[in-house]
């Protein structure tokens, strides 16, 4: 049971260049999400998958597209990197949201891409 | 908006002695969920505690502990008997229990660094 796996763990792109972050979860989750890191910060959501098949913007979509391929997978796209895209990204998984109840709405990490932006 | 204030940027503590990490938050929810993530050097995010709002009794994991104060929107972490491992980035987060939009995220606070010396 590896919990939630990412790849690449670190990435260097030239502005203008496009990229694909990987996230997998094995735990039979619902509910996926993409957060960014930055420092002196906390987590910012970029994109979450409530459930398999639909997506829905955080707080700081802009520059990002995701894919949730199926159950198990959530990508994130960069389609034209910029230096302010420098950043840690985090991808989670949890049970289900809404009401679920604290075990249910726990969030688990991956342990993070970071992204050089040149 | 919801939001979690850590006022305490660096916090160090002697090993084997007890190390209180502080966090306020602000919310017009009734039930909420509240979480501390502990984020070593090797950035990944660890879940520590969570506490439903609704429960009175504070939420115990082994050494860690949270004194829980609804009424002051607080949140505190203590950590007894502490070890060299527990050196680490701690974050207080809020999650609403409601479904939807922006509810779906974890707000994070700018994080805690605690250092533990021998």
């Known amino acids: 049971n590896a919990g939630v796996t990412q790849t690449p763990k670190f990435q260097v792109l030239k502005t203008g260049q496009s990229m694909t972050l990987q996230c997998a979860q094995d735990?039979?989750?619902?509910?996926m999400y993409w957060y960014r890191q930055d420092p002196g910060m906390g987590l910012r959501l970029i994109y979450y998958s409530a459930s398999e098949g639909t997506t829905d913007k955080g707080e700081v979509p802009n520059g990002y597209n995701v894919s949730r391929l199926n159950k198990r997978e959530f990508s994130l796209r960069l389609e034209s990197a910029a230096p302010s895209q420098t950043s840690v990204y985090f991808c989670?998984?949890?049970?289900?949201?809404?009401?679920?109840?604290?075990?249910?709405?726990?969030?688990?990490f991956g342990p993070g891409t970071r992204l050089l932006v040149l | 908006a919801q939001t979690v204030t850590q006022s305490q940027p660096e916090m160090s503590v002697q090993e084997a002695e007890t190390v209180t990490l502080s966090c306020t938050y602000d919310t017009s929810e009734s039930d909420y969920y509240l979480f501390w993530y502990k984020q070593p050097p090797s950035r990944q995010m660890i879940l520590v505690i969570r506490q439903e709002a609704y429960k009175q009794q504070n939420a115990t994991e082994n050494r860690f502990s949270v004194n829980f104060q609804k009424a002051a929107k607080s949140f505190s972490l203590k950590i007894s008997d502490s070890q060299l491992g527990d050196a680490a980035m701690y974050f207080c987060a809020y999650r609403s229990p409601r479904s939807g939009g922006s509810n779906y995220k974890l707000t994070f606070g700018k994080g805690t660094l605690l250092t533990v010396n021998p």
């Open positions: 989670a998984s949890s049970a289900r949201v809404g009401s679920g109840g604290p075990k249910e709405e726990t969030q688990y």
């Open positions: 735990m039979n989750h619902n509910s």
